[in-house]
Structure formats: C-alpha cells, structure tokens
C-alpha cells in the first residue's frame, strides 16, 4: 500500500476556494436557465456547494484551530449555457477526485466520511448537470 504525504491545509484551503468559486458559478449559470425549473435545480446545487463550502470551513478550523478567509477570484464565464454545463460537468468531476485524495490525507474518521458525502454529492451533480446537458440537445 503507497503511503499518502499530502498537505492537509493547502488542500483544504483550496477546496473551500472551489466550492466558493463553484457557487458563484452556479449563480450565474441559474440567471442564464432557459426556464424556472432548470433555475431551481441549479439553484439546489448551489445551496449545495455553499453547505460544502461551511463543512470544509469547519473541517479546516477543527484542524488548524482558525478560521480560512476565503477570498475568492471573480467566477468564470459561463458562456453560452450550454458550455456552462459542460465546464460545471467538468468542475463537479475535479472536485470529486480532488475529495477522493483529501479524503485518503485525512487522519480524522468523522472528517473522512463528511468529505466522502461531499464527494458523492459532487458525482450526483456531474450526473444531474448532465442530464440537463442531454435534454437540451
């Protein structure tokens, strides 16, 4: 079995930059919907990432005692939203596999097991982003 080193912290912080990021993203492709019911569902992943976002924020204080200021760059373009799709299938897919290696770095059981529910929501969005993505060819 290889032995993981990683960088706790730094991968934290990165991770709660990408879900603030993400929920940015996730605002600005809700505008772009084509119809209200399509918003909402963007919208749910949304609340989502913001509720990913709070649990790596108190993931991150439990280990290192303080809180991470997340100052986060302005959110992507979207594009048509066709493409914002494709870009947040993409985005959804990263953060798993980016979860999936936090998860394995983390010496805490309770922490493992939020982090791997927040990786499985990340694959049930790239699954639900995606059938958007196919009803609208």
Known sequence: ?????????ELLKAAILDE????????LLAEAAPDGEIRQKLLNIRRK??????LLQEIFADIT??????????AEEIGS????????????LE???????LACCLPCMRHK?????????????AKMLFA???EMK
């Open 132 to 134: 958007l993505f196919e």
């Open 81 to 92: 939203f066709g493409e914002g799709l494709k870009k947040a299938i993409c985005g959804e």
């Open 95 to 101: 953060a798993a596999e980016k979860y999936s290696e």
């Open 49 to 54: 990432e913001l509720m990913h976002f709070e």
């Open 113 to 125: 097991e939020q982090v791997i529910g927040t990786l499985n929501d990340e694959k049930c969005h």
């Open 65 to 74: 005692g303080r809180e991470y200021p997340a100052n986060s760059k302005a």
């Open 20 to 27: 603030k990021e993400a929920a940015q993203f996730y605002e």
């Open 1 to 9: 079995m290889e032995i993981l080193t990683c960088d706790i912290v």
